[in-house]
């Protein structure tokens, strides 16, 4: 039934189970603290890498001579991420860590981030009311028309055979991954959905590299004087897990609260990719709007419809099957991965710029600097594997313990690693120790808490206007 212009939108609101109002809560916050302030994080982290660089220099100074060593540094750290950045959004970057484009030459998904979204599709099973079955069907058949004209332009751009098009989109459509074919994730709605978050959760990247690298690098300045990498390994731990939390909480949980965007709301959503095809295609913008309105003009019913979901949220049922855990850590892993990498290498370029100069100006002896910087050298590197290493621990425990099982065995490792590693290295873990350790087992503990949050009750609700 149509809605007439200007009438108030229809209120359906069921209980929200409280698991729902605090994933969205937990989902909220995290996007706000790392996305909306991204650029402030890169200012944070920048200072504070350009203090660690030059600590050798400015160790014992006042504070004006320190700003004045630290200043230029801060500069060249700007100039490297700029380099940094450009890298990150390069096409040969992009292919170097994810492959080339599924359907080269056609613009499309790189090939392992394709394949990775369509096991998910599979392996995440969505259970809606049939209010929520019907508006996703509908999505479904939608994007089933746009994605199939989308295509066949591009097809065309490239200066292929109209009259091979039926073949080569029934190609594209069969094409599969772990038992889901791209057509059946298109037409089920899931495909846009998927992809959607994929391109949402990816904006957190780089902000949670910044802020773990930033933490890490200062706890390893420390232990360069101290000698002891006791609170860096514990950091590494509780950070890898909390990072799985982050990316599991947005990416997974934020399902069981799936809102059909606005227009202009999935427009700024992919602001970034759409720019950037469009900066190789000038035409794309009108190319989509002639779409959309060839859509409207071939399926006004079907246009309605779906017009009339804009700005709903559907509360589904989620089940997670064998597989899921490990897509998710795929789809996400090689971006973190790659993105340490490249300011790993930005800090090396910088310690190795301050090493000649430290052993001019500093105050240390020349041994202490050469024992400080290979130390901060060597760590820079080391903690992005152990970071890696910890967020591919936390999915495992996530994919292979069930329910507090899997709790009590993270807390248990994350409570007693740091205390070995101290016996270790000291023969004895005093308090001070034993409560650190503690702290990061509670912290350590909440993805997997959070992964029992994955289950909920259908329902729909409009929001108003």
């Given at each position: 039934m149509a809605r007439s212009a200007g009438a108030p939108k229809l209120t359906i609101s069921p209980d929200m189970p409280v698991a729902v109002k605090i994933t969205q809560l937990a989902s909220r916050v995290v996007w706000i603290v790392f996305t909306s302030f991204a650029a402030l994080w890169d200012i944070l982290f920048g200072i504070v890498i350009s203090l660690i660089v030059t600590r050798p220099i400015h160790d014992g100074h006042g504070f004006w001579f320190s700003a004045l060593i630290v200043t230029p540094v801060f500069v060249i750290y700007n100039i490297l991420g700029f380099v940094v950045q450009?890298?990150?959004?390069?096409?040969?970057?992009?292919?170097?860590?994810?492959?080339?484009?599924?359907?080269?030459?056609?613009?499309?998904?790189?090939?392992?981030?394709?394949?990775?979204?369509?096991?998910?599709t599979k392996q995440l099973e969505l259970r809606f009311d049939p209010a929520g079955e019907r508006a996703l069907q509908a999505v479904g058949q939608r994007d089933e028309y746009k994605v199939e004209k989308t295509y066949l332009h591009r097809y065309l751009e490239k200066g292929f055979n109209i009259a091979d098009w039926s073949t080569s989109w029934q190609a594209i459509t069969q094409t599969s991954h772990a038992d889901a074919s791209y057509g059946e994730a298109i037409r089920s709605g899931k495909w846009n959905m998927f992809f959607l978050r994929f391109v949402s959760v990816s904006r957190l990247v780089g902000p949670l590299v910044l802020v773990t690298t930033g933490i890490a690098m200062w706890l390893v300045a420390n232990a360069a004087s101290s000698g002891s990498p006791l609170h860096v390994v514990q950091f590494v731990f509780a950070a890898g897990f909390v990072v799985g939390l982050a990316i599991f909480l947005n990416y997974t949980v934020a399902f069981r609260v799936l809102y059909f965007l606005r227009e202009a709301e999935g427009e700024a959503l992919l602001a970034p990719i759409t720019e950037a095809i469009a900066e190789k295609s000038p035409g794309?913008?009108?190319?989509?709007?002639?779409?959309?309105?060839?859509?409207?003009?071939?399926?006004?019913?079907?246009?309605?419809?779906?017009d009339s979901y804009s700005g709903m949220s559907f509360y589904p049922k989620i089940l997670v099957k064998p597989g899921y855990v490990e897509s998710v850590r795929n789809l996400f892993i090689r971006a973190l991965a790659a993105t340490g990498a490249l300011y790993a290498v930005l800090i090396g370029v910088l310690v190795l710029a301050q090493w000649p100069i430290s052993r001019l100006l500093s105050r240390w002896s020349n041994e202490r600097v050469d024992s400080w910087s290979l130390y901060l050298l060597s760590g820079s590197f080391?903690?992005?594997?152990?970071?890696?290493?910890?967020?591919?621990?936390?999915?495992?425990?996530?994919?292979?313990?069930?329910?507090?099982?899997?709790?009590?065995?993270?807390?248990?490792?994350?409570?007693?690693?740091?205390?070995?590693?101290?016996?270790?290295?000291?023969?004895?873990?005093?308090?001070?120790?034993?409560?650190?350790?503690?702290?990061?087992?509670?912290v350590a503990v909440v993805p997997d808490a959070v992964g029992e949050l994955v289950k909920a009750k259908p329902g729909a609700r409009h929001s108003s206007e």
């Open positions: 450009l890298i990150v959004r390069s096409k040969w970057f992009n292919r170097l860590v994810n492959g080339k484009p599924r359907f080269f030459p056609l613009d499309s998904p790189s090939t392992k981030v394709f394949n990775s979204i369509l096991s998910c794309f913008f009108g190319v989509n709007e002639q779409i959309a309105r060839d859509f409207r003009s071939d399926h006004p019913a079907l246009a309605e419809e779906t080391l903690i992005q594997v152990g970071l890696i290493l910890a967020l591919v621990l936390a999915f495992f425990v996530l994919s292979k313990f069930k329910r507090f099982t899997g709790i009590l065995v993270t807390g248990v490792l994350a409570a007693v690693l740091p205390i070995l590693i101290t016996y270790m290295f000291k023969g004895s873990s005093d308090r001070t120790v034993i409560i650190s350790a503690i702290v990061t087992a509670a």
